[in-house]
């Protein structure tokens, strides 16, 4: 069965008195209407098409060619806005799905279980007019009701406005999920009526069906997967539960989390087994953790790669890359460009930008590395600082192997260090340092031949 999707956008988003519009506000690191998108494009393999409205030119360069696009110019209700898609939906198409964008928590497996059902009844002999989903809610306040006969088959759905004191009473209702025969659907959109509001409404379609003697098949799901977002509050839970679920599906896959709670990791997140994520810890991006490495607690990690068995322990990891068992914390900051080979260790409140540490190189105690090459091995002492800026453009410092700086050095680039040079504590280093010399001092000389060069 070929399936085509249409998911409605067009909304102005009035309550979440934002600039932005509704459907752009991110979850998890993605754009409310990416999480719709994904759901729809899962069931059918086709990109959806998407009716934007309000702010529409910031969700269609968003989308891109992820998703068709058409314009509703007009808030006229969801059925109108069905009218604007119809004509784009591709003509081979057996059903129309139609969700809502602000419906992040709806599933590829809950929208499955509303084309079975459709599928169920249409191999059974009576191909309904369409399927929807359905939850049934102590609270029903905001939804249309599903009004049914005594025999049980749905009748209509009665928006709430539209609701007789006993109808306002009832508790199944509409979630706005629906799968439509494509055939039935074309062919009777136009005959939605004008609704006392001045809007047409999708849910009139049941009413038509229902007429024309058509089945209409009803799909009960959870409230959760279907619960839609109209404000802040409700985009805070919606994103509690997509972080719940995110966490659990690494937990399943083999991850440790020790506090599911208060752990928040994006949906573009990898991580391998035997990884322990600690509590407090935000993963963030385009980002991968490798295979037991111990992330936290209280680290943060952006749009970076943490290779196998490395550790980070309450520091900031920004655009970097860590290589098989290095570490960094606590307090530390890698920021972009930086690279730590293996085995490398950064200790307290170490900062490395644009830079390469080569395995086994070791920064115990505050420090800044920028725009610089570390060679294997060397040791970085307290305090050490590459001056890498003079006020106008960026410089860079290469630092050999086995070299050995002293706490305090200053390394005022652009210089360059050999393989084994040396430097005393607090020596400003203007000048490049031959392989196994050892400076020292403002500025930083070579030190006159030296009585005994062993240490
Ligand atoms: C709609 C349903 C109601 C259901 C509820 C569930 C109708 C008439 N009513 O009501 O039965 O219980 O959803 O949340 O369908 N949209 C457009 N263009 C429009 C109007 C709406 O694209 O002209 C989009 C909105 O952006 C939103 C969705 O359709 O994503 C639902 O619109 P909304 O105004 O929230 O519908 P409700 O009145 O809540
Ligand atoms: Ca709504």
């Known amino acids: 069965m070929r399936i085509a999707n249409v998911i409605l ?5 009035t309550r979440m008195k ?3 519009p509704k459907v752009m506000h991110p979850l998890l690191g993605r754009p409310m209407i990416d999480w719709a998108v994904r759901t729809a494009t899962a069931i059918s393999g086709q990109p959806p098409v998407v009716v934007v409205g309000h702010r ?16 509703q110019t007009e808030l006229l209700g969801t059925g109108h806005a069905v009218q604007q898609a119809a004509p784009v939906v591709a003509d081979a198409a057996d059903v129309v799905i139609v969700t809502y964008a602000d419906m992040p928590l709806l599933r590829a497996e809950t929208l499955q279980t509303l084309v079975d059902a459709y599928l169920a009844a249409a191999e059974a002999g009576d191909r309904p007019a369409l399927a929807m989903l359905t ?8 939804f249309g009701r599903i009004v049914r006969r005594a025999t049980g088959e749905i009748q209509a759905i009665v928006e709430e406005a539209d ?6 009473a009832i508790k199944e209702l509409n979630p706005g999920v629906y799968c439509f025969d494509a055939t039935w659907l074309r062919a009777n959109l136009a005959a939605i009526p004008l609704s006392a509001k001045g809007e047409y409404y999708l849910t009139d379609m049941v009413g038509i069906a229902v007429r024309q003697g058509r089945r209409v098949v009803t799909q009960p799901a959870h409230f959760e997967d279907v619960n839609g977002i109209n404000d802040r509050v409700q985009l805070a839970h919606a994103t509690a539960v997509l972080r719940r679920r995110i966490v659990e599906q690494h937990m399943l896959a083999g991850v440790t989390v020790i506090d599911p709670a208060s752990t928040y990791i994006e949906d573009t997140v990898a991580i391998e087994a035997d990884a322990t994520i600690w509590p407090g810890c935000h993963l963030m991006g ?6 037991r490495a111990t992330i936290g607690p209280f680290s943060q990690v952006v749009d970076s790669r943490i290779g196998d068995d490395c550790r980070v322990v309450y520091s900031v990891v920004e655009q970097a890359r860590m290589d098989a068992h290095s570490e960094i914390g606590p307090f530390g900051h890698l920021r972009k460009g930086a690279h730590l080979g293996e085995n490398v260790h950064i200790g307290n409140f170490g900062e490395v930008k644009n830079s390469y540490l080569g395995s086994g190189a070791k920064m115990g105690h505050f420090g800044y590395v920028g725009d610089a090459q570390i060679g294997a091995n060397s040791n970085i002492g307290a305090g050490t600082v590459t001056c890498n800026f003079d006020g106008a453009r960026k410089h860079q410092t290469v630092v050999g192997d086995d070299v050995f700086l002293g706490s305090d050095t200053l390394l005022v680039a652009p ?3 050999g393989d084994g040079a040396r430097t ?31 240490h």
């Open 135 to 142: 939850v049934t809610r102590d609270d029903p306040q905001g």
């Open 286 to 291: 385009a980002t991968v953790i490798g295979r």
């Open 9 to 13: 956008a067009a909304g102005f988003g």
């Open 18 to 20: 934002s600039e932005l």
């Open 415 to 417: 210089v360059t260090l």
């Open 424 to 454: 005393g504590a607090g020596a400003v280093v203007t000048r490049d340092v031959a392989p196994g010399a050892l400076v020292y001092g403002v500025p930083a000389r070579a030190r006159p031949t030296p009585p005994d060069d062993t």
């Open 163 to 168: 609701c007789t004191p006993a109808q306002r």
């Open 56 to 71: 529409r030119e910031l969700v269609e360069a968003h989308l891109g060619s992820r998703a068709r696009c058409v314009v």
